[in-house]
């Protein structure tokens, strides 16, 4: 059975690095073909895909993010970590991180994790 | 960089079927995936790949894709069904991203 967790901050003040990690079992990130996303959505809004790491440590990022986003994994501990710069109030949102197989299917997705951004 | 337009919103009685559409220029040509959201829950993927579906998942929920439209069909729609509904697609071009629709609101009355 696969599943992951979000763990984070649930507040950050206005420019500060927001770091949250995803701890995942039920797969290997070493394994071919497999994958771990990270994906948000604003409270009452529509899903926004932010950044995907594979087991090769190829990475993507959103075009409009990514500057401010860095993704990377440690296969050992079984955990992804996702961090994005600069936040801003515009950045709460519920951050989910999720299981892609094959590329690019989010299979099993995290509870998810809410980040309110305020000083 | 790439577009998903789905309605915002679709209602349909009980028994009947809901057809929710996600358009794109020449989504044709890519693999759509579906993702329903209920309220306070992480999404669930229903269909992948256009038309096929994850174990788990009933034979009422199916997909295709063509031309410049990918249509998601609940048939027998049941009140479990009321939900959120996103489409996704990866976006290869210059831009190599994850894109999701809009998404739509589904209604049973």
């Known amino acids: 059975q696969i599943t992951l967790k979000e763990s984070g901050p649930t507040l950050v003040k206005p420019t500060q690095t927001l770091t949250l990690t995803c701890t995942f079992s039920g797969f290997s990130l070493s394994t071919s073909g497999v994958g771990v996303g990270w994906i948000r959505q604003p409270p009452g809004k529509a899903l926004e895909w932010l950044a995907l790491?594979?087991?090769?440590?190829?990475?993507r990022y959103s075009p409009s993010l990514k500057s401010r986003l860095t993704i990377t994994k440690d296969t050992s501990k079984n955990q992804v970590v996702l961090t994005m710069t600069n936040m801003d109030p515009v950045d709460t949102a519920t951050y989910y991180c999720?299981?892609?197989?094959?590329?690019?299917?989010?299979?099993?997705w995290g509870q998810g994790t809410l980040v309110t951004v305020s000083s | 960089s790439y577009v998903l337009t789905q309605p915002p919103s679709v209602s349909v009685a009980p028994g009947q079927t809901a057809r929710i559409t996600c358009g794109g220029n020449?989504?044709?040509?890519?693999?759509v995936h579906w993702y329903q959201q209920k309220p306070g829950q992480a999404p669930v993927l229903v269909v992948y790949d256009d038309s096929d579906r994850p174990s788990g998942i009933p034979e009422r929920f199916s997909g295709s894709n063509s031309g410049n439209t990918a249509t998601l069909t609940i048939s027998r729609v049941e009140a479990g069904d009321e939900a959120d509904y996103y489409c996704?697609?990866?976006?290869?071009?210059?831009?190599?991203?994850?894109?999701f629709g809009t998404g739509t609101k589904v209604t049973v009355l």
């Open positions: 790491i594979y087991w090769d440590d190829d990475k």
């Open positions: 996704q697609v990866w976006d290869s071009s210059s831009d190599h991203q994850s894109v």
């Open positions: 999720a299981h892609s197989s094959p590329h690019p299917v989010l299979r099993v």
């Open positions: 020449n989504i044709g040509s890519k693999s």
